[in-house]
């Protein structure tokens, strides 16, 4: 069975599963290079990823079973808003306010926008869908909640699971919780948007000067440097936990107003009345990374013991998806909580992976009989995008008149490059999915310099107080990091940080955060079978099972796709060597260099 799923707006993309799996996903970003292109604007419906995906898999009407959609029916959504505010707040003043508000998006949201919005989605994805010859063919259409639950269980390879999702919002709700128990995922729990936590971190950012739904990593950085307990208190005053329950106390109490739209940010400055003023922004990023960690880790904690309780079992294995788990250092707070397993993070845990997630919610809803068989769906890799042929790969270099090589064994090349202090980008193969370069769009160096995080992302016109990430060979990993043995799974996607050993500390200073963590990809032979060898190389060298991979991409820009888009990348950020395919390419500084050497 062949299913295309589609999602369309914030950070929208494509994908075709067949008999659940993945065949293809491509996040519209990359390919648009509008970084988390939204198909409900003016950047347009996400033509270009499906046009690709379905080349890439030479899907056409002939073939396809089903198109699987991440928008709730917009009747089902209209209901659930009015319920929640009618139903859960039951709060007078703050739902008088909220009709009366001036705030456009609020009264639109009010009175009639789920159902327009979610009508006007589909319209436009059925009018996408016309363009390439697809009309007609059986639309399923979901929460956006269950395409995220999907997209994290059917590709965990777990019988038995507790899955939960966090984010800003999505179809009204901010996150959810089922049991995933034998193909089933029975839903137990929903969070309304209207207390997502994952909103209030967006408005953090905003607050520190950063872009919300953009730079939120920027914030987990730049926590660590921070003291929590300066500013924690003040937190709890504006969002904290009712029990179990996420509660949003600032719009309650001191604006009344729930929905923090970027429309309403400098009201909520406002309600906020000046209690961040003379604390540091490091102070403020801490303590909302606190009480993020805090609640959160509450929730699952409260589930998690409901669920021991139902299933009878001593401990659980927690699949996580949505924005809030794109968060690294609250994936390792759920994983070390008492009565957890192990945890599984879908690998593009954010929005672009719901094309994905629906696609997979669909598949097992119309072939129940494949659920005997999900301990055998375990994701095998994300290298999903497209590739690029020699050839093609030729007549991009010949365009940017570059100067390159054909080297048989470029891994070891590569490693020696590495070995001697040199920068490398890496490109080969098929393109990542998800936000992490795993190594076919990486930029690689060494681990041993500290300063390397300062002059790389200047050259790459970044700003980050997270540190690089860290590939590290499969075998040494527990060596490296402390109780990495349950979670190498979510390690091999670069999805969770762990606390590093003295060794990874004395060894590899440029990849360990002032807190003493690093968010590790473990590599195996047999799922990159040519990043390992340059992993080998390396070490063969040095003795260090470790180097630096950032991803590929220059300043607010997503991650390369193209050659060209590689060799453009290259070019502006100065970088030593790119390596693509099996050509080294030289830069002006180094071309000199390879003269010399030869
Ligand atoms: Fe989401």
Redesign the pocket.
């Known amino acids: 069975m062949r299913i295309l799923g589609i999602f369309d707006d914030h950070n929208c993309g494509c994908a075709v599963i067949e008999d659940g799996k993945i065949l293809a996903a491509i996040e519209e970003e990359r390919l648009s290079r509008i970084k988390f292109h939204n198909g409900t604007t003016e950047d347009g419906p996400p033509i270009r990823s499906l046009k690709k995906v379905l080349e890439m898999t030479n899907t056409s009407r002939r073939n396809t079973d089903y198109i699987a959609l991440a928008i709730e029916p917009p009747a089902k959504l209209q209901r659930r808003v009015l319920r929640d505010l009618l139903c859960v707040q039951r709060h007078d003043r703050w739902i008088y306010h909220s009709i009366f508000s001036k705030s456009i998006r609020w009264d639109k949201y009010f009175l009639f926008y789920p159902y327009w919005y979610n009508a006007y989605r589909i319209r436009q994805v059925k009018r996408l869908l016309k363009s390439v010859d697809l009309d007609g063919i059986p639309i399923e259409l979901m929460n ?2 269950e395409a ?1 639950a999907a997209s994290a269980y059917y590709t965990s390879g777990w019988e038995h699971a507790l899955v939960v999702t966090l ?2 919002q ?1 179809d009204g709700l901010a996150g959810s919780v089922y049991y995933g128990i034998n193909g089933d995922l029975i839903k137990v729990d929903e969070v309304s948007s209207f207390h997502s936590i994952g909103l209030f971190y967006n408005f953090i950012t905003w607050m520190l000067g950063y872009k919300p739904n953009r730079h939120e990593g920027k914030i987990t950085g730049l926590a660590a440097y921070g003291d929590p307990q300066k500013t924690i208190e003040i937190y709890r005053k504006f969002f904290r936990m009712n029990g179990a329950e996420f509660q949003y106390e600032l719009s309650k109490k001191v604006f009344q107003h729930a929905y923090p739209q970027r429309s309403n940010y400098d009201r909520l400055l406002l309600a906020t009345n000046g209690t961040f003023k003379g604390f540091s922004p490091a102070d403020i990023a801490a303590g909302v990374q606190a009480i993020s960690e805090e609640c959160t880790t509450t929730w699952v904690a409260h589930h998690l013991k409901k669920y021991l309780a139902y299933t009878g079992f001593s401990s659980a294995k927690v699949c996580m998806a ?2 809030v788990f794109s968060n690294v250092k609250i994936n390792q707070r759920v994983a070390e909580l008492p009565g957890v397993e192990s945890v599984f993070i879908f690998p593009a845990m ?2 672009g992976g ?1 094309c994905s997630g629906a696609a997979l919610w669909a598949y097992y809803k119309h072939c129940p009989e494949a659920k005997k068989y999900i301990s055998q769906m375990r994701l095998p890799h994300v290298y999903l995008g497209p590739e690029y042929t020699e050839e093609e790969i030729v007549q991009s270099l010949k365009r940017a008149n570059l100067k390159y090589e054909y080297v048989e064994n470029i891994e070891d090349r590569i490693g020696a490059l590495l070995a001697k202090g040199k920068v490398v980008a890496r490109f080969n193969g098929r393109m990542e999915y998800g936000p992490r370069a795993l190594g076919n769009r990486s930029i690689l160096y060494q681990p041993t310099d500290p300063t390397v995080n300062d002059w790389l992302n200047k050259r790459l016109k970044r700003t980050e107080f997270m540190p690089f990430a860290p590939s590290s060979l499969a075998e040494d990993c527990e060596s490296l990091y402390k109780r990495i043995r349950n979670n190498k799974f979510p390690a091999e996607f670069m999805t969770i940080t762990f606390d590093c050993t003295p060794q990874m500390h004395k060894k590899c200073p440029a990849v360990v955060h002032v807190d003493g963590t690093a968010r590790p990809q473990i590599v195996y032979p047999h799922i990159n079978e040519s990043y390992y060898r340059i992993l080998k190389s390396y070490q063969k060298r040095t003795g260090l099972s470790t180097f630096v991979n950032t991803s590929f991409n220059m300043h607010e820009e997503p991650i390369v796709c193209t050659p060209d888009d590689a060799i453009r990348a290259f070019q502006l950020g100065h970088l030593d060597y790119l390596a693509i395919h099996n050509f080294l390419v030289y830069s002006d500084a180094t071309k000199e260099e390879s003269t010399s050497d030869s």
């Open positions: 956006h909640h995220h984010d800003g999505g949505g924005g954010v929005d719901l």
